[in-house]
Structure formats: structure tokens, C-alpha cells
């Protein structure tokens, strides 16, 4: 077991020299690498704006309250959650770290890493097949906690990967909706296309497991899931990979919670790096919110102990955030802890407030 967060990080930024810097807030300023990588594509704006879409939203302390203990479970796709907290898809060790780490060592520190927290992880998937067969074998070694991300391959090709992901013992299953034109996979020439609502429906229908679509940026993006019979969505921009000078998700994420809250169950990611991130996501309308980058850097410094401690310092940090708004269990969490950032300068008028 390492002995500390800090100790697993400075090991991580030996090992990761000219790839990523591991900053002290990892806000996508100072990345020397983009996508390969692990920064953001294009001017790395989107990357940026998660962490500032995150940052307008301020949180109110309110300790005048009764609420002294915290709750952190919650139940997602049938399996009991210690916390709120999952491990992002990351995937292609080989290009985006290097080969500084093995494609099956990054999935099994954040499955086996997440299982041990008494979360789940999401894998991922990319133009070669080692991508998928290591995170399906991590999620096999789990006893199927954790969910594989199928790129948005040719539907038969999509199907073929669901039941591989249903023979694993996975709880659900997921489309990276938004890798349609994922650079290295049109590099590769291996065909990712958009959806139509139709495709959608075919592969909900083609399995029993909930399907999730992450990469959901818009409320019509979001209730083009829903009319596709999608079991839940991740408002995600794929951390700023997918698409240059999109929104933070977390300026997006109150209309598409507003929207289809109530027929899907919606989480989210982007930019989330300590517990009073999470809570804002969870406020915001998110169920759960999943964690890409600072889980990464402690997978290459740590391994699955790595992932397991960056999990519950978040945790623990969530559960204090929680007290001091008042907060004694996830549904506590509502718009009433967050104050966006300009209602200090306009006192009383709320008129963006959209929750
Ligand atoms: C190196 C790297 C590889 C990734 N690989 C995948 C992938 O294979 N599939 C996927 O859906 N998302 C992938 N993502 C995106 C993450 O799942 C997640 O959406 C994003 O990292 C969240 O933002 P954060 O890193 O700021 O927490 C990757 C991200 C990084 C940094």
C-alpha cells in the first residue's frame, strides 16, 4: 500500500515526464501532451472549461443544522455504492501514457482499485482489441463490478462487445456516443459514427443490461436517449477529448438534468477533483458523478491501492463538504447548497438560475 496520496503522485510524475505534468489542480493549463495524451484536443479549451464551469458555482456553508452524520451510499444499476465516486473510462496505455503502464495493469487499478472502495469503474475500448479484452478481464476479476465503454463502432460490432460485457457479469454497459469522430480511430480506420434514435433503440432492445450513453452535451442530445430507450447518460465531454470549444459540463448539466431527470438517471464528469466538486455535480442533478484524470495518475503511481486511496480521500473530502452545507445524506444535495458565482454581483436576481 503506498504510503500516501502525495507519495503516489510525485511517483506518478516521474513516470509520466513530457506526458503530464501531475499539477497540483489538474485544470488542463499546463498539459504537455493533448490527445494522445492526457490533456485536451485542440486549443484544450474544453478540457479548461469543465474546471471553470465548475469553479461559477460556489457553495453555501451552512452549519446551524442537525444533519452531524454523513451518508455517502447510494444504489446505481442495482449495485450498493459506498459513494457517489466511479472511476472514468481511460484507456490506450499505449498511446496516451506510452506504454509506461500496461494496458491491463490501467484496468485492473481502476476496476479492482474502485471494487475495493465499494465503487465501480467504467473501462474502455479503441482501435486495437487489447483495449477492450483488458478492461472485460478487469471487470471478470471484479466479479463483473465495472462497466466497459463500447466506442460507436457498426451495430452488429457494438452487440458482439455487449455480450462479451454480459458474459464478464457487467451491470450495465455503455457507447461513448461522443467518439464519433475520435481521431484515432478514424486514424486507425475503424468506422465510429453518430446514432440516429432508431440505432439507439435497436441496441437498447439488444440486451437486458441498462444502457448508458456517455457524451451527452444538450437536452436534445438527452431526450434523444430517452426516445431511444437508454437506461441512463453521462453528461460528459469526454474531459475536453472529443471536441474543441465545447461548454463546461457543469454549465450544461442543469438543463439536461431539468429536462430528463425524471426519465433517466443522469451522471456526469468533467473536471471533478475534490469532494466539493462532486457535491455541486450531485446538486447540479447528477446521480453520480465518474473521475478520469486524478484516478489515471494514481493508477501509474500506486496501482489499484493508488486508485482505492485517491477514491476515498474524494470521499472522505465529500463527506465533509456535505456537513458543512448540511447535507446528512445524498438527497440532501439540491440547488439550495449552490450560489452561482454571479449572484454576488446581482443580488436577488436569478433569472439563468434554471434548476
Ligand atoms: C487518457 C484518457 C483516456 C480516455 N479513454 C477513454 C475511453 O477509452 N473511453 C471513454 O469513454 N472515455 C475515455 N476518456 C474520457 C474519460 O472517460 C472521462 O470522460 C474524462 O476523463 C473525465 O474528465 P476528467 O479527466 O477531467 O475527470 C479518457 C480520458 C483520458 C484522460
Known amino acids: ?16 515526464q513530457g506526458i503530464c505534468h ?6 488542463g493549463r499546463r498539459c504537455p501532451t493533448g490527445v494522445p495524451g492526457m490533456g485536451g484536443t485542440g486549443t484544450g479549451a474544453s478540457f479548461r472549461n469543465n474546471l471553470s464551469a465548475l469553479a461559477a458555482w460556489q457553495v453555501n456553508l451552512r452549519v446551524l443544522h442537525d444533519r452531524k452524520d454523513q451518508d455517502l451510499s447510494r444504489k446505481l444499476f442495482d449495485q450498493k455504492l ?20 500496461g494496458e491491463e495493469e490501467l484496468a485492473r487499478a481502476f476496476v479492482l482499485g474502485a471494487a475495493e472502495a465499494g465503487s465501480l469503474s467504467f473501462t474502455g ?6 483495449l477492450m479484452d483488458a478492461g472485460l478481464a478487469a471487470i471478470k476479476a471484479a466479479g463483473g463490478r465495472g462497466i466497459p465503454v463500447i466506442k460507436p463502432r457498426e451495430d452488429g460490432e457494438i452487440v458482439n462487445l455487449i455480450r462479451r460485457a454480459e458474459d464478464a457479469g457487467a451491470p450495465a454497459v455503455a457507447i461513448d456516443v461522443d467518439a ?10 475503424q468506422l465510429v459514427e453518430p446514432k440516429t434514435v432508431e440505432q439507439v433503440a435497436g441496441l437498447a432492445a439488444a440486451t437486458n443490461l441498462p444502457l448508458i450513453l456517455k457524451g451527452i452535451m444538450t437536452v436534445a442530445d438527452a ?21 474543441d470549444h465545447t461548454p463546461g459540463t457543469a454549465a450544461v448539466l442543469p438543463e439536461i438534468a431539468a429536462a430528463v431527470g425524471d426519465k433517466i438517471t443522469v451522471l456526469a464528469d468533467g473536471g471533478v477533483r475534490s469532494g466539493v466538486d462532486v457535491l455541486k455535480m450531485l446538486a447540479l442533478g447528477a446521480r453520480a458523478v465518474l473521475v478520469g484524470r486524478p484516478l489515471a495518475i494514481a493508477a501509474v503511481g500506486g496501482g489499484i491501492a ?9 470521499a472522505d473530502d465529500l463527506a465533509v463538504a456535505m456537513r458543512l452545507t448540511g447535507c446528512g445524506d445524498l438527497g440532501d444535495i439540491g440547488p439550495g447548497v449552490l450560489r452561482q458565482v454571479w449572484q454576488n454581483n446581482y443580488p436577488g436576481r436569478d433569472k439563468n438560475f434554471v434548476l
Open 223 to 243: 431526450e434523444a436517449a430517452v426516445a431511444g430507450g437508454a437506461a441512463a447518460i453521462v453528461v460528459s465531454n469526454h474531459g475536453g477529448r472529443a471536441l
Open 306 to 314: 493508488g486508485v482505492r486511496h485517491q477514491l476515498e480521500v474524494l
Open 180 to 189: 464519433a469522430g475520435l481521431v484515432n480511430m478514424v486514424r486507425a480506420g
Open 1 to 16: 500500500m503506498p504510503a500516501s496520496l502525495p507519495s503516489v503522485r510525485e511517483r506518478a510524475r516521474v513516470l509520466l
Open 82 to 101: 459506498t459513494f457517489p465516486i466511479l472511476g472514468a473510462a481511460v484507456a490506450g496505455a499505449r498511446v496516451n501514457f506510452q506504454g509506461r503502464l
Open 22 to 27: 501531475v499539477c497540483n489542480v489538474c485544470d
Open 125 to 130: 475500448d479503441g482501435p486495437i482489441p487489447e
